[in-house]
Structures are given as structure tokens and as C-alpha cells.
């Protein structure tokens, strides 16, 4: 009886440290994803006119576009302050340069 307790205990608390790996591995695999950065080349990204350095946007097909308005400096991105790339709330699990710009871009809110 006493070894079946033991058992059970043990099986118990293998399950329940089971358990709280689940919520760790999906954030593993969720920061695994958000490094994924996004391409110029891909559909979503040629639908917004992403580029990875804003200083090759053309002006010409971008009326919208002032200087110095980056992806480091929109609303879209929850990068962190001073990093070379960071989310961006357009392209779920991906990120974008810093540097770089779009036709969506917002200015952040003070
Ligand atoms: Fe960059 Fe903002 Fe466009 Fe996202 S929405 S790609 S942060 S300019």
C-alpha cells in the first residue's frame, strides 16, 4: 500500500511538472517563431511596401513617407528601445528591422 502511495505521488508530481513545461515550451516556441523576420519579398510585406531600411523609400510611390519615420518609431512596433529588430504588431510571430519603414506607419503615442 505504502509503495502504491509512493507511486501515485510520483506519478502525481511527474504529471504536474509535465504541466507547468507545457506553458514554458509554448513560450519557447513562441519566441522561436517571433524571430522569424519578415521579408521584403514576401506578399504581406510588398502589400505594405515594408522595406528593411527606410532610407530606400521611394518618395515617389510613397507620398506618405517624411524622413526619419521608421519602424523603431511607429505605434506598430513593441521592439525594444534600441534593438535592431522587434515585433511588429502587422506581422504576428515575425519581426522587422528597427530601420526599417512601411505604408502603415503610425506615430507612436505619447
Ligand atoms: Fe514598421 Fe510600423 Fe510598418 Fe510595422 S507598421 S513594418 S513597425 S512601419
Do not use: H
Not at 524622413?67 to 506598430?76: D, V
Amino acid at each position: 500500500m505504502t509503495e502504491d502511495r509512493i507511486s501515485r505521488r510520483r506519478l502525481l508530481t511527474g504529471a504536474l511538472a509535465g504541466l507547468a513545461a507545457v506553458p514554458a515550451a509554448t513560450l519557447i516556441a513562441r519566441d522561436a517563431r517571433a524571430a522569424t523576420e519578415v521579408s521584403e519579398t514576401e506578399e504581406a510585406a510588398k502589400s505594405v511596401g515594408y522595406v528593411t531600411d527606410a532610407k530606400r523609400v521611394n518618395a515617389a510611390t510613397n507620398p506618405t513617407y517624411k524622413p526619419g519615420q521608421t519602424c523603431a518609431n511607429c505605434f506598430q512596433y513593441t521592439g525594444a528601445a534600441g534593438s535592431a529588430v522587434g515585433p511588429c504588431r502587422i506581422f504576428p510571430n515575425k519581426t522587422v528591422k528597427a530601420a526599417g519603414w512601411c505604408k502603415v506607419w503610425v506615430p507612436q503615442q505619447s
